[in-house]
């Protein structure tokens, strides 16, 4: 049969490659339609149907003009990048060299949480509903900083393994994203734990400075929004509009 068949593409009606194509729930996808999708949405693509892969690829062209136009105001090494004006973010992705893509340009308001990870212990959590918990540890500035707090007389490992931060998401293709600080087998006190501990304690003091400030947002928009409600129902009460006009006016408000 070759490498080639009459198979076409159901994104782009293009020629399949035996070698590169994806299978879905509609059929396949060439490779250069594939390239589009974001690699958590393509390690899952076989249930997904030709409607939801288009819109996935529609809103990951909008997110390259984000990442085109995206002004970082804070950084944190090659890992963390942050527009503050824009309340924006990405991190990096050793997957995204795999791919050759993009990342994906989050919004602050898609943060519900975030937590360091110690070879698989969770040492500190937080977010906007959490404030911050300290869980396995807690996080002090500083090199070094790392520690075991609620590890009692246990004797501390020398040798850690993975230390990462992942920030758990509400968005439509991604539930979480993950910064990988450590992979490989490294001595505490080393100039790369030293190095990654710095990066994770300032990795988190943006993210506590970012859900603080969506909470002052979110306050002041509920505030802003019960004001107008106000004023359309005084509009209602004299009879300036219909309550037709004022249910709708007030579930626009609400985002119900």
């Keep these: 049969m070759g490498l080639f068949n009459n198979e076409k593409c159901i994104t782009c009606g293009g020629k399949l490659n035996a070698l590169t194509k994806a299978k879905c729930a509609s059929g396949s996808i060439c490779s250069s339609c594939l390239s589009i999708c974001s690699p958590n949405y393509m390690s899952n693509i076989q249930n997904k149907s030709l409607e939801d892969i288009k819109q996935h690829m529609d809103y990951m062209k909008d997110n390259q003009s984000l990442y085109s136009n995206f002004k970082a105001t804070d950084t944190v090494g090659k890992l963390l990048f942050v527009d503050k004006i824009n ?15 993009i990342p994906v340009v989050y919004s602050f308001d898609n943060i519900l949480d975030y937590e360091v990870s110690l ?3 969770t040492i500190t959590k937080g977010g906007a509903s ?3 918990a300290v869980v396995g540890g807690v996080l002090f500035g500083g090199v070094g900083a790392i520690i075991g707090g609620s590890t009692g007389k246990r004797k501390q490992k020398e040798v850690i393994k993975k230390m990462y931060i992942k920030i758990s998401l509400n968005h439509t293709y991604d539930t979480y994203a993950q910064l990988n600080l450590i992979t490989t087998d490294t ?5 790369l734990y030293n190095l990654m501990t710095e990066s994770a ?39 300036a509009i219909t309550e037709e006009e004022f249910k709708a006016k007030k579930a626009e408000l609400l985002n119900i």
């Design 87 to 101: 309340r924006l973010f990405y991190v990096s992705d050793s997957t995204l060299k795999l791919y050759n893509k």
């Design 119 to 121: 070879d698989g212990e």
């Design 130 to 132: 959490l404030g911050r």
């Design 187 to 191: 001595k505490k006190g080393s100039l």
């Design 201 to 239: 304690n300032k990795i988190i003091a943006i993210f506590d400075s970012i859900t603080a400030s969506s909470s002052s947002v979110q306050s002041t928009n509920s505030m802003a929004a019960a004001d107008a409600i106000l004023k359309y129902k005084e509009l209602l009460d004299v009879g």
